[in-house]
């Protein structure tokens, strides 16, 4: 038996939930996938798997069995690039956790980042806060970008980087067009959102709390006509309908070549979120994460993305 093959496989059917998707996300076949988990379960003589007509979950033995795999994996993982590589020259991918709203800079992020160093592979991938915190604390993401407020709320031991405040804007189209830039207006209140057609996202995502709460201290309750969890959906349906939005300013700065929008900063509350970089307390970094930290505590690199992008952080 492959262990540490068998071990991917445990891991990829925590990620997918689903014999089959967990198989092809292997490149294998769910049959050899299946007779591999059944391997480790008789090599350590403990069910792993609960089994019924799909997948249904792990048992108590399973879980610590993937626990274990995840941290196999990552020091698996930590050796190659360490060995392939050098301090002047990581070498490997890195799997950058990002909450939606911060796309935009996790993007620059990475290009600079690769820029810097052209052996590093980033992979950015959009999540929720949960998705990402959770996935730092189990070792299956490298580094993440989100709301770190968060952490202290909720007794989640994680490293932070502070980058910046999130600040917000009212994005809807301008009674008159501009030259092929965003326009912006006066400040306006979240109160006088009231009565408008809003596109929001949906509950479940953390950033939409932090509106609904600006939205409550302003003294008004909001229902949206569209609802999305996809940030490009928010921005377009401002574009192509005659709905609003409320949006961070890395998106603001995303949507500066839509001349017939107009970005209205937002105040009385003016709501202010920390955005930063997280990473796991205590751990040893691979060469790849070490370089991703160096650049993220690199004050210029996010000045040079503001005026590089139009991103208003």
């Known amino acids: 038996m492959n262990l540490l093959g068998s071990l991917k496989y445990l891991v990829a059917l925590d990620e997918h939930r689903h ?5 092809q996300a292997c490149h294998i076949t769910q049959p050899a996938l299946s007779n591999a988990l059944r391997a480790m379960e008789q090599e350590f003589g403990c069910a792993i798997v609960t089994r019924g007509r799909s997948f249904v979950g792990f048992t108590p033995e399973g879980q610590r069995v993937l626990a274990s795999a995840r941290r196999m994996l990552h020091e698996r993982e930590l050796l ?7 301090a002047e020259r990581p070498v490997g991918a890195l799997r950058i956790g990002v909450v939606p709203t911060a796309v935009p800079i996790a993007a620059r992020f990475a290009a600079s980042l690769q820029a810097r160093y052209p052996g590093i592979a980033p992979v950015v991938l959009s999540m929720s806060s949960p998705e990402i915190e959770g996935g730092l604390e189990n070792l299956s993401l490298d580094l993440g970008l989100g709301y770190t407020d968060r952490l202290a709320q909720l007794g989640i031991r994680l490293g932070t980087l502070a980058q910046y405040a999130e600040h917000y804007f009212l994005v809807r189209r301008a009674r008159q067009a501009g030259y092929g830039r965003l326009q912006f207006g006066q400040v306006v209140r979240w109160a006088d959102l009231a009565d408008l057609p ?3 996202l949906t509950p479940d995502m953390h950033n939409r709390s932090l509106v609904d709460g600006a939205f409550a201290q302003a003294g008004i309750t909001v229902t949206p006509v569209i609802e999305t969890n996809s940030i490009l959906t928010l921005a377009l349906s401002v574009v192509a309908g005659d709905v609003c939005s409320v949006l961070p300013g890395a998106l603001v700065g995303a949507v500066r070549g839509y001349g017939e929008l ?6 009385e509350p003016r709501i202010l979120t920390p955005v930063g970089f997280m990473f796991p307390p205590g751990d040893r970094p691979s060469r790849t994460q070490e370089a991703a930290r160096a650049l993220a505590r690199d004050a210029g690199w996010l000045a040079q993305v503001a005026a590089n992008s139009g991103a208003l952080v």
């Open 198 to 200: 809003l596109c929001l």
């Open 80 to 86: 190659r690039q360490n060995l392939q590589g050098s």
């Open 19 to 23: 014999f089959g998707r967990a198989a």
């Open 262 to 267: 107009e970005a209205l900063p937002l105040a």
